[in-house]
Nanobody, 124 residues
Framework: QVQLVESGGGFVQPGSSLRLSCTHS????????RTWFRQAPGKELEGVSC????????YYARSVKGRFTISRDNAKNSLYLQMNSLTPEDPAVYYC?????????????????WGQGTQVTVSS
């Protein structure tokens, strides 16, 4: 049974930074496409950033490009999302997900595994 557990969310002021982590257990996800999604209250699930499996290609939503950085550490079974210059448009529950059904990044893939989410709040 694969489990994804997010951490690192919190309450910060605009302009601050947070680093989200997603640690997995149960099997290796080295060859999976790894993605961060977010969902704000009353809004649909939104793809934030994606990391392809072996080539390490990345993709970012326009709203976070230049501010967020996705990375992975296979030795630590972890995926990260470094979020800088947070704005009042960024608050949401952030989820990590993984899929073995593709090799390249896309927010529209069917994802095999999901974490439970971590809350990010940005307010002055």
């Amino acid at each position: 049974q694969v489990q994804l557990v997010e951490s690192g969310g919190g309450f910060v002021q605009p302009g601050s930074s947070l680093r989200l982590s997603c640690t997995h257990s149960g099997r290796t996800l080295d060859h999976y496409v790894r993605t961060w999604f977010r969902q704000a209250p009353g809004k649909e699930l939104e793809g934030v950033s994606c990391l392809s499996n072996s080539a390490g290609n990345t993709y970012y939503a326009r709203s976070v490009k230049g501010r967020f950085t996705i990375s992975r550490d296979n030795a630590k079974n972890s995926l990260y999302l470094q979020m800088n210059s947070l704005t009042p448009e960024d608050p949401a529950v952030y989820y990590c997900a993984a899929t073995a059904l593709a090799t390249m990044c896309s927010f529209s893939h069917e994802y095999n595994y999901w974490g439970q989410g971590t809350q990010v709040t940005v307010s002055s």
